[in-house]
T-cell receptor
Framework: RKEVEQDPGPFNVPEGATVAFNCTYS??????FFWYRQDCRKEPKLLMS???SGNEDGRFTAQLNRASQYISLLIRDSKLSDSATYLC?????????????FGSGTRLQVQP | GAVVSQHPSWVICKSGTSVKIECRSL??????MFWYRQFPKQSLMLMAT?????????EQGVEKDKFLINHASLTLSTLTVTSAHPEDSSFYIC????????FGPGTRLTVT
């Protein structure tokens, strides 16, 4: 089983739609989680951090279910500018390394 | 905020040659830097951890003699791809952890 697994993409949605991405992780000891956004040929950018049950920032909501080892990202009122690949990310559990394990990403295409 | 730079941003080289990629932490000193690789349509994969003043730690499957890492100062880590092959063509990204992960803009390598 992969350490971090995500919904296969791409998701093609109209502007204004609500879309949700799912992610499962294998290491039950993981304490923190992140959603990153990556535009084509660019570095990933931090979108949201998730440390407890969830986090909300404007149109974006992340939820964590530790029992199911499941994280979700909900985007409401999608904008054209939301088109990107969304990466579910879990920190490497080795002490002090601070490296990240990335999911394969879910591509979102918001259409006018 | 913290800024990480990479140079060059893109490079094309011929098979068999070597290419050096620089990663600089501009705002703070970093004893550890991370090198990731991203093949087309795939996610980022950690290649190695660069340690200032000591040997780099490589992930399983990454050839240390092919991907030479030098972390000679607290602000600079270099990745040298030796005897490059077309299959080494990829997007190479470095990162530094300082409270959160800061990524460089990436270097796109094409080996012809």
């Amino acid at each position: 089983r992969k350490e971090v697994e995500q919904d296969p993409g791409p998701f093609n949605v109209p502007e204004g739609a609500t879309v949700a991405f799912n992610c499962t992780y294998s290491n039950s000891a993981s304490q923190s989680f992140f959603w990153y956004r990556q535009d084509c040929r660019k570095e990933p950018k931090l979108l949201m951090s998730v440390y407890s049950s969830g986090n909300e920032d404007g149109r974006f909501t992340a939820q964590l279910n530790r029992a199911s080892q499941y994280i979700s990202l909900l985007i409401r009122d999608s904008k054209l500018s939301d088109s990107a690949t969304y990466l579910c990310v879990v920190p490497d559990m080795d002490t002090g390394r601070r490296a990240l394990t990335f999911g394969s990403g879910t591509r979102l295409q918001v259409q006018p | 905020g913290a800024v990480v730079s990479q140079h060059p941003s893109w490079v094309i080289c011929k098979s068999g040659t070597s290419v050096k990629i620089e990663c600089r932490s501009l705002d703070f000193q970093a004893t550890t830097m991370f090198w990731y690789r991203q093949f087309p349509k795939q996610s980022l994969m950690l290649m190695a951890t660069s340690n200032e003043g000591s040997k780099a730690t490589y992930e399983q499957g990454v050839e240390k003699d092919k991907f030479l890492i030098n972390h000679a100062s607290l602000t600079l880590s270099t990745l040298t791809v030796t005897s490059a092959h077309p299959e080494d063509s990829s997007f190479y990204i470095c990162s530094v952890f300082f409270g959160e992960q800061y990524f460089g803009p990436g270097t796109r390598l094409t080996v012809t």
